[in-house]
């Protein structure tokens, strides 16, 4: 099985920084797909930014110049640096990645538990 841990998450004020982490661990052959999603309550989750295996990142226009994500292939592990945090960014946020399991080589999705962000004006 895959299990996806996040971290980082907090309370901050406005114009202050996060880093979010998502370790997944298990049986995996490979990671094809990384993203981190946020939700606000009577909100559907929203993506804020992604990774594809070996490709480039893709961003929500809301996070563009302020959020950065990464991924450490040796961890498998996902970074999400976030800069100059506004009061809007204050949700839930969710790490779902693609994962190839090394035994069936079958890919499927998980996502993390979610970690909480509060940005203060």
């Known amino acids: 099985q895959v299990q996806l841990v996040e971290s980082g998450g907090g309370l901050v004020q406005a114009g202050g920084s996060l880093r979010l982490s998502c370790a997944a661990s298990g049986s995996i052959f490979s990671i094809e797909f990384m993203g981190w999603y946020r939700q606000v309550p009577g909100k559907s989750r929203e993506l804020v930014a992604s990774i594809i295996n070996r490709g480039s990142a893709n961003y929500a226009d809301s996070v563009k110049g302020r959020f950065t994500i990464s991924g450490d292939n040796a961890k498998n592990t996902v970074y999400l640096q976030m800069n100059n945090l506004k009061p809007e960014d204050t949700a839930v946020y969710y790490c779902?990645?693609?994962?190839?399991?090394?035994?069936?080589?079958?890919?499927?999705?998980?996502w993390g538990q979610g970690t909480q962000v509060t940005v203060s004006s």
């Open positions: 779902r990645s693609e994962i190839r399991n090394w035994n069936t080589g079958v890919i499927r999705f998980y």
